[in-house]
């Protein structure tokens, strides 16, 4: 069964309403406007503090994107699932690939909700180091809200000590030579 339209900018539209009211930015955007599919755009909950809101710039955001998983109806016997996405932009420069993966390796231990993993968007372009989570729910009925919101909030939690953990030892190797 995968989702209509209507129905993923209902279901976005719902959790939106109870992100909003534990005062956690998201927003719906109509299939198109942001990929190929309909999108709940969540402003991750971050320990940094933001500048002033006219100061605010895209980069000081930690955005994760949300998308329902269209499954066909031999797939979908009982579950329906939302995945959050998430970049996290740090330098690597420094940094040998291999000790990039041991450090998400690292990470993806500690972490109690999603994954940590490393991308590249174009082939022989840079690296990055991306977050992922799944919700499941049960087929027939809205997702839950607290599982949701806690999600998003282990989310925020990541994408601080994985920006962190990076820029430290990128900052490290740096240092190094």
């Not at 990929?35 to 503090?49: D, F, R």
């Amino acid at each position: 069964m995968g989702f209509t339209e209507k129905e993923k900018i209902e279901e976005f539209t719902r959790l939106r309403d109870v992100l909003d009211s534990i005062e956690i930015a998201s927003e719906v955007l109509p299939k198109g406007e942001l990929s190929e599919e309909t999108t709940l755009l969540v402003c991750l909950p971050s320990a940094e503090k933001l500048p002033e809101e006219d100061e605010v710039k895209p980069e000081d955001l930690h955005m994760a994107a949300g998308y329902l998983v269209d499954l066909d109806d031999a797939e979908q016997k009982l579950a329906k699932y939302l995945l959050f996405y998430s970049q996290i932009p740090v330098d690597l420069s420094a940094m040998k690939v291999e000790s990039v993966l041991l450090m998400i390796n690292e990470l993806n231990k500690k972490v109690r909700v999603g994954h940590y993993f490393l991308s590249q968007l174009e082939e022989n372009g840079p690296y990055m180091v991306q977050y992922r989570a799944t919700v499941s729910g049960m087929c027939d009925l809205p997702f839950d809200e607290g599982v949701v919101a806690d999600t998003i909030l282990e989310m925020g939690i990541a994408y601080d000590v994985a920006r962190e953990a990076f820029t430290m030892a990128n900052e490290e190797c740096k240092n190094r030579g």
